[in-house]
Nanobody, 116 residues
Framework: VQLVESGGGLVQPGGSLRLSCAASGFTFRRYDMRWYRRNQGNERELVAV????????DYADSVKGRFTISRDNAKNTVTLQMNSLKPEDTAVYYCNAKIGVMTDFWGQGTQVTVSS
């Protein structure tokens, strides 16, 4: 099982980044997919989720209206489009795949830094 994030980097406030997570080794379409982030204070936050059954999405209040999560079940990928980035969005972003209550997988994380 692998989840590999990409697309992080340094961006100025107000800019955009697109994170991608490539999945392999499991039946991607059956899993709910989430993006989490962990900031320098080591606080973990659920950023966004897209559900396998309905394709519906949900977002943390802190990113609502700025971030968009999407998935491509044919390509086994989930993306997080991040617009209007703020310094407080600086964090390591992690991709997570989960089914049921016992089975979930994590990527290694990708650093996003928002700074002028």
């Amino acid at each position: 099982v692998q989840l590999v994030e990409s697309g992080g980097g340094l961006v100025q406030p107000g800019g955009s980044l697109r994170l991608s997570c490539a999945a392999s080794g499991f039946t991607f379409r059956r899993y709910d997919m989430r993006w989490y982030r962990r900031n320098q204070g080591n606080e973990r936050e659920l950023v966004a989720v897209i559900y396998s059954s309905t394709g519906s999405t949900d977002y943390a209040d802190s990113v609502k209206g700025r971030f968009t999560i999407s998935r491509d079940n044919a390509k086994n990928t989930v993306t997080l489009q991040m617009n209007s980035l703020k310094p407080e969005d600086t964090a390591v972003y992690y991709c997570n795949a989960k089914i049921g209550v016992m089975t979930d997988f994590w990527g290694q994380g990708t650093q996003v830094t928002v700074s002028s």
